[in-house]
């Protein structure tokens, strides 16, 4: 779908669309309901933060190397370095001369006739230019005897096979892995600037919720939703605050409101329906909130809204644990990557139906399933129960297939459109 509102077919990997009929529908389109939460936010502003504590942040500059490395010509093997003229004929004697060991180079220069000693990562002595590997080589009191032909520059890692200093070695926008912390810290940085993590306060509604660790009378119901909400905003580079649960009073909800003062976005869980009990929208406008929009055409997940106060960007997702996260999925993740100035790798990718599809009713129904990565593209299963109450299917589920809204049945082997999920 467009951000105008106007539908548009999701492409198969071969380029066809599965056929869908035109039919307007009341609700916000998914696409521009996204357009809107993401329209306006800017990327946070940097801040410095050690190595260390650098892992799974986002970069926000490139990265220029602050030393050459390799930094010297060193011996990527232990044997011994010669001039390679020296050995052109073989077997031959050579004067051992000295040794150059990681950290403690050779101090001279070899001379004709003559070799050193070397072991892995130590400098090339100045005057050789070859390595000969140990295996190849016979000690006799102090002298070498080559007994194997080597070619000359065997085995020497040169100068700067890696990168140059002012090199650019990492680009601004990239999540930070070991790797890239490694790469880091070997191009001679201990500090890098990382974007600021979002703060997201969560905030579960309703008089039914209980805390996990407490056990549920009658009528009550475990409050999951915010454990799940913040691990799933850890993982995409927030920060979680948990405000706790909010009962279903007026009171309570704007004292629990004002809790989330200073978070970048506040996302609430239940009360977003037009119920008798659903106080939250009303809490939210009268704690000076500007509601943008309600209900999508989606499902599960229908009754989602969005609003804004005093630069917060507030997320209103259902109640229902699983609707709650495929909403995140769909709408706070890419939030959160936009707040971070990551480049966007959350789009749908391609996948081919193991299983046919029943036809879509007008809402893009947000489906779970199962990929097959062995083949390409990759195979997609959905799972044979799609009850937006169960959370043991969303736990075995690793992607969503997008189906349209609208979209006639689809047989096994047809091109879809499908969301990883990877918290």
């Not at 669309?17 to 502003?45: F, H, I, N, T, Y």
């Not at 997320?315 to 709408?331: D, E, K, Q, Y």
């Not at 736990?395 to 297939?401: F, G, P, R, S, V």
Request: charged share 20%; proline share 9%; glycine share 8%.
């Amino acid at each position: 779908m467009t951000s105008s509102g106007k539908t548009t077919s999701h492409p198969t990997p071969s380029g066809k669309a599965p056929p869908r009929a035109a039919q307007k529908s009341p609700l916000m389109p998914v696409a521009e309901a996204l357009s809107r939460v993401l329209d306006g936010a800017a990327r946070l502003q940097p801040e410095q933060v050690p190595l260390l504590q650098a892992a799974g942040r986002t970069l926000a500059h490139d990265l220029a190397a602050a030393l050459t490395h390799p930094p010297f010509d060193a011996s990527s093997m232990d044997g011994y370095a010669v001039r390679a003229s020296d050995i052109a004929s073989v077997p031959c004697d050579l004067k051992l001369t000295g040794e150059s060991a990681a950290g403690w180079p050779f101090a001279g220069s070899l001379k004709r006739g003559e070799a050193v000693r070397i072991f892995t990562g130590a400098p090339l002595p100045d005057g050789a230019d070859t390595i000969v590997i140990q295996e190849d080589v016979s000690a006799i009191e102090n002298k070498v005897r080559i007994n194997v032909a080597t070619v000359k520059g065997a085995n020497i890692r040169p100068r700067a096979q890696d990168f140059h200093e002012g090199d650019a070695v990492l680009a601004a926008g990239t999540r930070l892995t070991a790797r890239h912390i490694l790469l880091a810290a070997s191009s001679g940085h201990a500090m890098l600037a990382c974007i600021r993590r979002p703060l997201v306060a969560i905030l579960a509604t309703g008089d039914e919720l209980v805390e996990p660790c407490d056990r549920p009378t009658a009528g009550q119901i475990v409050s999951s939703n915010s454990y799940g909400l913040a691990a799933l905003i850890e993982a995409a580079g927030g920060i979680a605050k948990l405000i706790g649960i909010a009962r279903d009073d007026p009171d309570d909800l704007a004292q629990k409101i004002a809790e989330s003062a200073g978070a970048d976005i506040l996302v609430t869980t239940g009360g977003a329906s037009v119920g008798d009990h659903d106080l939250v929208r009303p809490a939210l406008e009268a704690a000076g909130a500007t509601l943008d929009f309600y209900k999508i055409a989606m499902r599960p997940g229908k009754p989602m809204f969005f609003g804004k106060r005093d630069g917060m960007r507030i997320l209103g997702l259902p109640g229902n644990p699983v609707s709650a996260m495929i909403g995140a999925r769909v709408f706070l993740i890419p939030l959160i990557a936009k707040l971070l100035g990551r480049p966007d790798t959350l789009h749908p990718i391609p996948a081919i139906l193991s299983a046919a599809l029943d036809p879509n009713g007008p809402r893009d129904h947000y489906m779970r399933g199962r990929l097959d990565t062995s083949v390409n593209p990759p195979g997609v299963t959905p799972l044979p129960n799609q009850d937006s109450a169960l959370v043991a299917a969303l736990a075995d589920a690793d992607c969503l297939i997008i189906n349209p809204a609208h979209t006639p049945a689809l047989p096994a082997g047809t091109g879809v459109s499908v969301l990883k999920l990877d918290f």
